[in-house]
C-alpha cells in the first residue's frame, strides 16, 4: 500500500474515531457537522468559540421549534 493510501486510512480511522467520541459525548453533530467543523478548527477557527456559536445556534433551533409548535396549538 502506497504511503499516500495509508494516509488516507488512517484519516479515515481518525474520523471514525473522533465522530464516536461526538457521539459518547452526546454532541448532537452529525458526521457531516462533526467534518465541517474539524475543517473550520483546521483553518484556524477558535473550537472553544465555535462551539459556543453551534450551541447558541442549537438553542435558537429549539426555542423556534417550541414557539412554531405553540403556534400550530
Known sequence: ??????SVLSDKNAFVALHDISQILNT?????????CVQLCERGINPNMLASIIRTLKQEVRNLTEKCDKDIK
Do not use: R
Not at 500500500?1 to 495509508?6: A, K, T
Not at 448532537?28 to 465541517?36: H, T
Open 1 to 6: 500500500m502506497s504511503e499516500q493510501s495509508n
Open 28 to 36: 448532537g453533530l452529525s458526521q457531516e457537522e462533526l467534518k465541517i
